[in-house]
């Protein structure tokens, strides 16, 4: 048995009465999130809508060259935010873009060699985005993390750095506990799949009149590729950018110090 989910203008106008319902409780309460809510619902629209017509595009082509710049873009753009969301003053893009690159293309790659996928672009640009998506917030945690545990824990780097500790020994600890927090939602997230959630590819492929039970095959796949993205991305980035804390002289960097390189 096959059914096939219908989406019509007023079945959009009814679920965008819900984003007026978040406004509305945003406004009253004094939450402050009214704008960011309104822009975000139109930025998100806009983008969709460009992002189809691409796609529909890049399938059509199917061209090689075409699928890898796609899935570079989307790398580069998670990129992009991810390192937009590290709050210390020392922050270097190419680290966000060497940790999510490396993640998301080496994830990508066991998937394609292993023949879960095919190299064709409604597979790996659709995947490639699942995988950077994950990775880019993963590794967005570890950032503040780190500035945080840097932050708090000044005095007792500054004491270790005294004693003759190297600085990648200074900052073990914040590193593991900074890697701990990145990869903590996708843990949870794992622990608790077809008991509380029911994520976006299996319920689509449910909706699509797929059989659950193969179904479910296609979101272990992606629960074990995500395991190994948010894992890899979140140690990539935190012992690439913890070095940026430091000065070359490996003093710890005033935080305050605008002109620290």
């Known amino acids: 048995m096959s059914s096939q989910l219908s989406v019509n203008n007023t079945s959009l106008i009814f679920s965008f ?23 975000s619902t139109i930025r998100a629209i806009i983008q969709l809508s460009i992002i189809a017509y691409v796609l529909k595009y890049v399938i059509q082509v199917d061209n090689v060259l075409l699928t890898v710049a ?29 940790a999510i690159g490396t993640s998301t293309y080496v994830t990508l790659g066991v998937l394609i060699v292993s023949g879960s996928l ?3 672009p409604t597979q790996v640009i659709t995947i490639t985005g699942m995988i950077a998506s994950n ?23 500054l004491e270790k750095l ?10 073990k600890s914040i590193l593991q506990e900074s890697i701990r927090v990145a990869m903590q939602p996708t843990i949870d997230s794992a622990k608790t799949v077809g008991l509380v959630s029911l994520p976006g590819m299996m319920s689509g492929l449910i909706f699509a009149g ?12 992606v629960t074990f590729m995500l395991l190994s993205t948010t894992s890899l991305g979140s ?27």
């Open 118 to 120: 095919q190299f064709i």
């Open 135 to 157: 990775s880019m917030i993963a590794i967005g945690l570890c950032y503040r993390n780190l500035n945080a545990q840097f932050r708090d824990q000044r005095q007792q780097l």
């Open 162 to 171: 005294a004693l003759g500790a190297e600085v990648k020994l200074a900052a």
């Open 210 to 221: 797929v059989d659950p039970v193969h179904a479910i095959k296609y979101q272990i796949m």
């Open 235 to 261: 140690i990539i980035a935190g012992y690439s950018s913890y070095k940026s804390y430091f000065n070359e002289r490996q003093q710890l960097i005033d935080p305050l110090d605008e002109t620290a390189k």
């Open 70 to 98: 796609m899935s570079f873009f989307i790398i580069l753009n998670a990129s992009w935010n991810a390192h937009k969301r590290n709050p210390s003053r020392q922050k270097v893009f190419w680290h966000s873009l060497l």
């Open 17 to 39: 009465l819900l984003v007026v319902l978040a406004i509305c409780i945003s406004s009253k309460e004094r939450l402050g999130l009214t704008k960011d809510i309104f822009f």
